[in-house]
């Protein structure tokens, strides 16, 4: 009877084993297509390797905090040029590129629902940034700082993606004020829409500027196109 009861016991280890070693199985493939599958977003950390990484070295080096190769290899290098502009942003440094570094970054996410062919962090990006520079506008003057945003991308002078044009050196003050870390209106988020779809109500300004807040004699320079509220927007 005692022989019985320990071929059970045996039984039921060996089963237990079986189920833990096919759900480690399943969690590995899991993770595996979730790797390979770009539209599925990745947490990247020291360690870790692939395609994420490898967009976050490129996004890193555009903006001029990564000097290493683009490798996918999330080594020491990268976890300083992440550490780096979490500072920058405002972001904890913590060398994570979690949903909020990678926000940052204008990475992540899927492609955004208003077909404007820009990803969710795109829009969220563009988003905070008129939240931040244009609070207070009317909702024309709101698109329109969208506007230059993507005026800016689009021209040869300026970096070639929205990231690259706000996180741009002494490009946008409000970057580094408090007026950045508040949340972003909703009336901002369908200004940064409705200038993704094209919207300019500029007419092409890669420039603006608030005549009572800056004394700065380049921009003073500029010829204006259009003003809007307190805005003027200049070629």
Known sequence: ???HKSIGKIYIFALI???LAGIGA?????QELIDKDSSVYVTSR???TGNEVK????????LG???GSVDGIFGSQTLNAVKSFQRNVGLTADGIAGPATLLYLGLGGSSASNSTGYTDADVQLLGKVISAEARGESYEGQVAVGAVVLNRVAHSSFPDSISGVVYQAGAFSCVYDSNWYQPISETSRKAATDALNGWDPTGGAIYYYNPAKTNDSFMHSRPVIRVIGSHRFCK
């Not at 967009?55 to 555009?62: D, G, N, S, V």
């Open 17 to 19: 084993f079986a189920i």
């Open 26 to 30: 399943a969690g590995f493939a899991a």
């Open 46 to 48: 020291y360690g870790s």
């Open 1 to 3: 009877m005692a022989v």
């Open 55 to 62: 967009k976050i070295q490129q996004k890193l080096a555009q």
């Open 65 to 67: 905090y990564y000097k």
